[in-house]
């Protein structure tokens, strides 16, 4: 009986693990797949140079005069508050911006808001440099 | 008498095909100035043919005893065998896995601006590298807030 509690609790921790940035990361996906005006999106990979391992990858979204994804942005980011390692919201003047962090792989998402420009990383890292 | 027992050897192993370049050249000079024991006449004459360079017709060679073809089938086994080094040097070389100078390290990276996708690395790299730069600035703060969280 133990070990099937464990189990289960080891089941929903690799579930709730899984689920972690899904939102943000649906919202990533889902804006550039359109043909979307005023969306630039960059996807650097950064590899070792001997092996050609992939060492990081980041995802850099930035958009303008778009408010119903600024919104969406912020709510995906909020409902990881409880999920990630760390999460920090700050708000100065106009600037708005939220970090979230997950360690395990290192999990690393931003978001940044300022007057009309909205601009999201998520980044992963595979192995420290 | 001890000279006539080293070239006795020395025959022996020529006959074999096991002599060195040096040892058949003194056998060549032995039997070309030596008075050469009448049971090697036909020595003498081989040996004389050999050190000619092997001219075609010259001399009756049925009689004397016979070299084997050792020397020519290891000059042909060399070829191979070096002709053989070469093409699994060449084909490793081909196969090998890229070392670190040709491999791009951003290889894998694209743009999409405004639905348009960009994926030649080459053209787009200064645009990754300051993706990257930014990213590395956000995870050195990423790094304080884990270090302020004891993470």
Known sequence: MKKLLIIVALLVAGITQSSAQQKIDELLSRDISGNRYGITYRSAVKRDPQTGEII?????????DNKALVKEFIE????????????????????????AIWTKPKRIYNLSVGGSMITVYAQTIYREE | MNDLKHI????????????????????YEWFASADVPEEWAELKEMFAWYAAGMPEGVVDMSSAPQKPARRRITLSRLFV????????????????????????????????????????VEHIESDIKMVLCRADELEAKADELLAWADI
């Open chain 1, 56 to 64: 990081k990858r980041v995802q850099e979204f930035s958009a303008i």
């Open chain 1, 76 to 99: 995906a980011f909020k409902a990881e508050r409880d999920n990630a390692d760390v999460w920090e919201y700050d708000e100065n003047g106009s600037l708005y911006t939220v970090t």
């Open chain 2, 8 to 27: 006795e050897e020395l025959i022996e192993k020529f006959l074999g095909g096991r002599t060195t370049n040096v040892e058949e050249q003194q056998l």
């Open chain 2, 81 to 120: 065998a070096t002709a053989s080094v070469a093409a699994i040097v060449v084909a490793v070389v081909m196969l090998w896995p890229k070392s670190g100078e040709s491999i791009n390290i951003y290889e894998g990276s694209y743009i999409v601006e405004n639905g348009v996708r960009y994926d030649n």
